[in-house]
């Protein structure tokens, strides 16, 4: 088990806690390029797999596609990241200023450790926004918040997928809910601090959200005003946070125009795999037309790759395909593919304290940075 981290640790901390976790991940290294499968395969990776009890003989190879090089991988199997891919998340500045070039095939910006802040608000709100499901908006939500938090920037995530995911992920049984933030949308006189969850993560809190707000998608039809409703709910609780961060529901219905008329950026998770693209012109119109209509602030701040597999040549050109469509609006910053998030939902807490040390916590904080960067530039 990971050691994990406790209270809000220093910003230095948080920067050594990732250098180590480089250090620690070179040692037992596995490589699943460089060697045939059955060598990178010895190890602790078979015993992980041993370890789940069957007790039955199992040809683990029979689960494994293979590549066109003649080496096999398993896309849902834990792997030590390609080295390249985890030197590219080092938070430290000797080694993110040297010359490199990151994963989406650009020469990888310096990030740095923000500084403490000595005031909070008003709130940047971040829609986290992709009509396609099962891309990691919900994992980025999470993660980036948590990221966030763990940087001192005090941070309110909103669940405003009536699957109630982000709660569940945060250790919230969302049934158990009376009060959710269908309540504050609908209810005028209702209070935030009603239905303000406080996280298990120092900084962060929660708006939990349940099926009950897949009614609101209904009867907000019938408002005056209704694409700000959001807006509204949320305008007395930007003084207390540095960033809202709204992980909408797979759609582009009334909820999801809510979050964007609300949101002054928009981050869009995009899975690299083939079908990746599909989908996000019709995504960038509506963004472009509640920008146009609703709300012009908004801005598409960034896409993020997800799901990123460096060992694959699919995903490098997958990405390569993302990168030439929307250019520097892609985050340097990539998030690889490891079960460690599935992990992280069910023991409802955020990678960064699940798995403090590992590459996924690594490639959140990065995000976190870069978010910071992008905002301190303008
Ligand atoms: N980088 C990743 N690597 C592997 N699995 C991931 C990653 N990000 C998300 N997942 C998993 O993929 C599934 C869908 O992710 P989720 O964040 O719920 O997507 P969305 O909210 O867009 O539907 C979840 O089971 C999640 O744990
Ligand atoms: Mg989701």
Redesign the pocket.
């Known amino acids: 088990m990971p050691a994990r981290a406790e209270g809000p640790a220093g910003f230095e901390a948080v920067g050594s806690v990732a250098v180590r976790t480089f250090a620690a991940h070179r040692s037992h290294r596995i490589s699943g390029v460089t060697q045939p499968a059955h060598q990178s395969m010895d190890g602790h990776h078979v015993n992980a797999m041993a370890g789940e009890g069957s007790g039955a003989p199992h040809n683990h190879f029979a689960d494994y596609d293979e590549l066109p090089d003649g080496h096999f991988y398993d896309p849902d199997a834990e792997y030590e990241p390609d080295p390249e891919y985890a030197a590219t998340l080092a938070p430290d500045a000797a080694r993110q200023r040297r010359e490199r070039i990151g994963p989406t095939g650009r020469p990888l910006p310096y990030f740095p450790i923000p500084g403490p802040l000595t005031d909070h608000g008003p709130a940047k709100i971040i829609a986290m926004c ?1 009509q ?9 939500t999470i993660n980036l918040g948590a990221a966030l938090a763990e940087y001192g920037r005090r941070v309110l995530l909103v669940d405003f997928d009536p699957q109630g ?1 982000l709660s569940v992920g945060l250790g919230v049984n969302p049934m158990e809910l009376d009060l959710t933030v269908y309540n504050l949308l609908m209810e005028r006189g209702m209070a935030a601090d009603e239905v303000l969850l406080k996280t298990a993560v120092p900084n962060m809190d929660l708006l939990p959200s349940n099926i009950d707000l897949s009614a609101a998608e209904v009867q907000l039809v019938s408002e005056v005003a209704r694409e700000s409703t959001l807006q509204r709910a949320l305008k007395p609780l930007m003084a207390d946070y540095d960033y809202i961060v709204i ?1 909408c529901q ?1 759609s582009l219905g009334l909820l999801t125009v809510n979050a964007l008329t609300a949101a002054h950026k928009v981050i869009v ?1 995009l899975e690299c795999e083939f079908f990746a693209l599909r989908g996000v012109a019709l995504l960038t119109e509506t963004i472009e037309k509640v920008q146009e209509r609703l709300n012009p602030d908004l801005e598409l701040d960034g896409i993020l790759a ?2 990123y597999d460096s060992r694959t040549v699919h995903s490098r050109e997958v990405l390569a395909r993302v990168v030439e469509a929307f250019d520097d609006h892609v985050y340097h910053t990539v ?5 460690r ?2 992990e992280t ?1 069910v023991a409802g807490e955020p990678i960064t304290t699940y798995a403090s040390n590992s590459v ?1 916590a690594a490639a959140y904080r990065q995000l976190a940075r870069e978010v910071l960067a992008r905002c301190h530039a303008e």
């Open positions: 992709n396609k499901g099962g891309v990691g908006k919900t994992t980025s995911a992980d797979p998770p997800t799901m998030i690889g593919r490891t079960v998030f599935p939902t996924g």
